[in-house]
């Protein structure tokens, strides 16, 4: 499995940009996935996630309301919408995914998620 991540740049802040991950190899729509981000001098922490169908979401406190996570499983693709940025959005942001049921419903720790992204730096300035 590859996940190819793309989207980023440098936006000014309260605006909006859409990254995407596009996965090859295996079967994309039962794949958990989800979208970490790491800022500078932190550590990697959890975004939002998108179920095996598309219909449960999770999203962490800071990026709720703003941020929207979607896939297209006849694109093999997932998408995060990002609006209302603010520099501390600011990082890079990696697509994950779960690749195998292993006793939840849904996966927001590192630890789960078998197949990391690239990543792709988002900078927001204000």
């Known amino acids: 499995v590859q996940l190819q991540a793309s989207g980023g740049g440098l936006v000014q802040a309260g605006g909006s940009l859409r990254l995407s991950c596009a996965a090859s190899g295996g079967t994309f729509g039962t794949y958990f996935m989800a979208w970490f981000r790491q800022a500078p001098g932190k550590e990697r922490e959890f975004v939002a996630s998108?179920?095996?169908?598309?219909?449960?979401?999770y999203y962490a406190d800071s990026v709720k309301g703003r941020f929207t996570i979607s896939r297209d499983n006849a694109k093999n693709t997932v998408s995060l919408q990002m609006n209302i940025l603010k520099p501390e959005d600011t990082a890079v942001y990696y697509c994950?995914?779960?690749?195998?049921?292993?006793?939840?419903?849904?996966?927001?720790?590192?630890?789960?998620?078998?197949?990391w992204g690239q990543g792709t730096l988002v900078t927001v300035s204000s």
């Open positions: 998108i179920g095996w169908s598309g219909g449960a979401t």
């Open positions: 994950a995914a779960v690749t195998s049921y292993k006793g939840r419903y849904y996966y927001t720790e590192e630890s789960y998620f078998d197949y």
